[in-house]
């Protein structure tokens, strides 16, 4: 048997937590006999059904094995080899993902910084002055992610407007949905009312963070997107043989409201977190806290003497900028506890 590590209770990503076990339920539940192959299966409808009732009868997707691969199929699917991308710097299109879109799509992302990670139309009025120059990439897309990587939530109002701006000039509203259900939750809204409501023409779907063993999906809102989709799901390595494996888990996250439940009670953590640190010297929220992630401004022996203990990450060294993210597994006992904890680093700090 390998050795196995034990840490306490990680607040470096919801990406670290486990499976949910109704998740690992319906994987087994689907390990019965044969069944096609690539989607042709009973379990892959059901999925279908499942995101057609949430975000509408219009909506198709299609199950994938990961979100990067996910946002370059739907952005694949909208882009010319000319084309640009318009995004917030802060994207993680454009900071995490090693470069796939420029490598794999030919494109070209124009960061463009933003508050909170949010962007805005006036954020991106003057990058459209190129359109119709044929010495610059011609801007196709407007790319945000909800949640976005700072934390905090688009409303429906402020994805309506970008929507609007967007097609009145030709432009497409993707929309990176890693952890959209957190941003509903957080909302209280339903997913459709900050997506196909609001404007959104295709987004990428989230569900390994909020309690699937490994599960993305893109949902297109526009039917004539759809025909290539297949395609470039294959060419982009994205097509898995066993969907039944990948459907299921989508499924069972979006039956009976399980996707809200996992992200309300992570969002609930991430709040219990924020408030059992408020008040310390030294101590700020970079963002405001709207999702499962916290981001506070911690002393530098502080964050070396928790690093010792616990896993997170360093989010802006040069002004000792963290980030803990909670997921649906994370008790109150171990935020009290992980709280408890900063609250004697950072003490002991200004003690000191």
């Avoid at 486990?18 to 690992?24: E, F, T």
């Avoid at 002393?299 to 896993?311: H, M």
């Amino acid at each position: 048997m390998p050795t196995v590590t034990t840490f306490p209770k990680s607040f470096a990503s919801d990406n670290h937590a486990g499976v949910h076990p109704a998740v690992l339920a319906a994987i087994v539940e689907a390990n019965t006999g044969d069944a096609p192959a690539y989607g042709a299966d009973s379990w892959t409808r059901a999925m279908e059904d499942a995101f057609r009732a949430e975000f509408g009868d219009r909506a198709t997707v299609y199950a994938m094995f990961n979100g990067t691969g996910a946002n370059i199929v739907g952005l694949g699917l909208v882009l010319r080899p000319y084309d640009a991308v318009l995004c917030p710097a802060t994207a993680h299109i454009n900071t995490n993902e090693c470069g796939a879109a420029e490598r794999l799509l030919g494109t070209k992302l124009i960061p463009i910084p933003t508050e909170n990670g949010k962007i805005t139309v006036a954020d991106i009025h003057d990058a459209l002055s190129v359109l119709g120059n044929e010495h610059h990439s011609q801007p196709r897309v407007i790319s945000i992610s909800q949640v976005t990587e700072c934390g905090t939530c688009y409303t429906p109002e402020e994805i309506a407007e970008l929507a609007g701006f967007a097609h009145t000039r030709g432009l497409f509203l993707h929309m990176d949905g890693a952890r959209l259900a957190n941003a509903a939750a957080e909302l209280g809204c339903p997913m459709r009312a900050i997506t196909t409501d609001a404007g959104v023409d295709l987004l990428s779907f989230g569900g390994t963070k909020n309690g699937a063993m490994g599960a993305e999906a893109i949902v297109l809102l526009r039917p004539e997107l759809d025909a290539p989709a297949l395609f470039l799901r294959k060419q982009n390595m994205q097509l898995a043989s066993k969907m039944r494996f990948v459907s299921a888990q989508l499924t069972a996250l979006l039956t009976g409201g399980l996707w809200r439940e996992n992200a309300t009670h992570a969002n609930a953590m991430a709040h219990r977190l924020a408030d059992g640190i408020a008040g310390l010297p030294g101590v700020s929220l970079r963002h405001p806290v709207q999702s499962n992630a916290v981001f506070p401004v911690l002393p530098e022996k502080a964050i070396v003497e928790l690093q010792r203990r616990y896993l997170f990450h360093v989010w802006d060294a040069t002004e000792n900028v963290v980030r803990w993210v909670t997921s649906f597994d994370t008790t109150a006992d171990q935020v009290d506890t992980f709280t408890a904890d900063v609250r004697l680093a950072v003490l002991g700090e200004a003690d000191g």
